[in-house]
Each structure stands twice: as C-alpha cells, then as structure tokens.
C-alpha cells in the first residue's frame, strides 16, 4: 500500500505541498505501528517537527523528502514502542488497540452531519485488513523491531534494504524479523484458506473478504438483536464455546480486568451489563474495516466492540471502553 522511496536524483528544494502531502501516508504507517491514533498524531508531529528545524539549505540536500520523512516516523515510532512496552505493563487490565470508524461514520467526517475536515488524521486511515482488530491485536505480540520490520517490508512494500536502515540493522536480519512477525500472523489466524493458484488468488481474495464481511456483518446483526433481547440462549448459540472477549477500560472506566472465556459465560456476561444498563443503544457501526457494534448511553458512545468470527459464530470480542481510546466516536452523534 504505501510506496517506496522517491528518486534520489531528485535534489530540488523540496515543495511544501509536497512535503505536507506525505502526512496521509505517515499517519497510516504510525497508526499499523502503535495502533493508537493518539500516539501516530504525535510521531508524525515530531517527524514534522524535525523537518521544519533543519535549514532550507538541509532540507534542500535531501534526496528524498518522502523517504527522509518515512525514516524519522518508523524510528520515532520504534523508540515509542520501546517505551510503550513499559507503560503497557503498568496499564490497568488488557490494551486493546485504539478503534477507528468507517470515514463515513466517523464524527469529524459523518455523513449528513455538515462536517468533515481534510486536517483530521482519523479520516485518513486507510481501512484494510492490516488495520482489523486482530491482526493489530497480534502486531501487539511482536517485539517492536519485529513489527516495524514486518509492517514496513509486508504491508507497506518497503525492500529490506530500506527496512535495515530504517531499524538499524542489515537486511538479513530485517528479513528474518519480518518472517518471525509473518509466522505470529500465520499462527493467530483461526483457519488457514485452501491455496489456490497464483492467478486467483487476488480475485478469490477479494471475494473471499467480500463474503466474510456480509456474514460477519449478519451475525453481528443478529448478536445485537439476542443482546437487545436479553435473550441468553441465542447469544450462547452466536458463540463459538472457546470464544473469548477481552475489554479495555484503562481503569478509567469499569471493565472486566481479565478476558472472558467461553461462550456461555461472555452470554451471562452481557446480560448482567445489559441489565445495569438499561438505556444503553446498541449500534452496527464499521470497527477497523469489519462490522461491530457500538454502544451509546444517552447519546454518547461508551464502548465500541470489535468481533471476529470462525465457523459462523463470534470467536473473539474486543471491547473498548477506555474514553481516551474513543475521541473518534464522540461528539454530536447520530444514531
């Protein structure tokens, strides 16, 4: 998805429109690295940052304006990772990756809500299958040279001679990072595709997500309506009976310190939250590119669940409840 480096016989002063056109793709790539809005907005401000501190003179002697801005942002991103481990571990119960809307249900960009500025870096997201819930999920299992090594390499297309001087290392071993990271991914997906031949695999692939999302979608739907209706034995059949859901509440909010596991108990689960919370407003809402919900209590979003799905029933759930996490869904909402 992102693309690689500019000419390096291109030794123009660098044009500001040009400079700023990059933002789009910096918030993308910082976004896959942290899997916080927050922290991303803040990497690629400091990139910025670094930019605008060197003489016109410096900036000029830049080869690649775009490359120089991806090298600061991925070792910006690295060092934040580090320390990111740190904080994590004192983080009250389970960190759940920060959940992003659909551009066309976000709040800053809703449709019909009369607003949407180009500035705002949720809008800019590019929702793909490197930004669902669980694949972010299993970036957070990788060590932070791993992911940036594999995110740079698999998702954004980088060659591995680019990646090593990014992370500091050589190509070789940028390699092997990456093939580490891309068997954690092999090893977290629930079921493995049939292979196919070369030629289909792109259209079979398409078809294949198209397929998943309408009955993800469906099943999200029907969740939401056994929910709705306190209806327990419905929900349990929803559920794959190894189904786990974890919760983020940052302990800022009131959340379940450890995940849930099985189907039964996540059913008991939801119907004692729905019985504390009488008004609460279910929503189908686009959570990281998949169908998930959103719950509302008058008028404003308190959680946002992210679900996976194997075999036609929910396997996993994400629930963030953490308001910090939740600035993209808040705001003059519409139901």
């Known amino acids: 998805m992102g693309t690689p ?3 390096a016989h291109d030794r123009s002063e660098p044009d500001l429109s040009t400079i700023v056109g990059e933002r789009r793709r910096l918030i993308n790539l910082a976004y ?3 899997g916080s809005l927050s922290e991303a907005e803040d990497a690629v401000q400091e990139t910025y940052t670094r930019w605008y501190t060197m003489s016109r003179q410096q900036q ?3 080869a690649s304006p775009g490359a120089w801005l991806t090298t600061v942002a991925s070792r910006v991103c690295l060092d934040v990772l580090g320390s990111a481990r740190a904080r994590r571990e004192r983080y009250v119960g389970a960190w759940i990756p920060e959940p992003l809307p659909d551009r ?3 709040i800053g960009g809703q449709v019909g809500a ?3 500025d180009p500035a705002d870096p949720a809008d800019r997201i590019t929702l793909d299958e490197s930004v669902n819930m669980a694949f972010l999920v299993v970036l957070e299992s990788m060590t932070p040279a791993e992911r940036v090594a594999f995110v740079l390499h698999d998702v954004f297309r980088y060659p591995f001679a680019e990646v090593a001087e990014i992370v500091g290392r050589t190509p070789a071993a940028c390699r092997q990072l990456a093939s580490s990271g891309r068997r954690r991914i092999r090893a977290a997906r629930t079921a493995a595709a049939p292979a196919a031949p070369p030629a289909l695999v792109a259209a079979q692939a398409a078809q294949a997500t198209q397929a998943a999302q309408a009955a993800q979608a469906t099943l999200v739907r029907h ?3 056994a929910w709705e209706s306190k209806d327990i034995e419905a929900l349990i059949a929803l559920l794959d009976p190894a189904a786990t859901m974890t919760a983020d509440g940052g302990g800022l909010v009131g959340a379940v310190l450890r995940p849930v596991e099985g189907g039964r108990s996540i059913a008991q689960y939801l119907i004692h939250i729905a019985g504390k919370a009488p008004g609460l407003t279910l929503l189908e809402r686009t959570v990281n590119g998949r169908p998930g919900l959103v ?3 008058s008028g404003v979003t308190v959680t946002v669940a992210a679900f996976e799905t ?3 029933r929910v396997s996993r759930i994400w629930a963030v409840r953490n308001p910090e996490k939740l600035r993209a869904w808040t705001g003059n909402e519409q139901t």
Do not use: D, I, N, Y
């Open 114 to 116: 009369g607003r949407s």
């Open 5 to 7: 480096s500019e000419s």
């Open 60 to 62: 000029a002697a830049v």
């Open 32 to 34: 896959r690295l942290l």
């Open 310 to 312: 194997s075999g036609g």
């Open 104 to 106: 066309s249900e976000w």
């Open 295 to 297: 719950a509302q209590h």
């Open 223 to 225: 969740f939401k309506a």
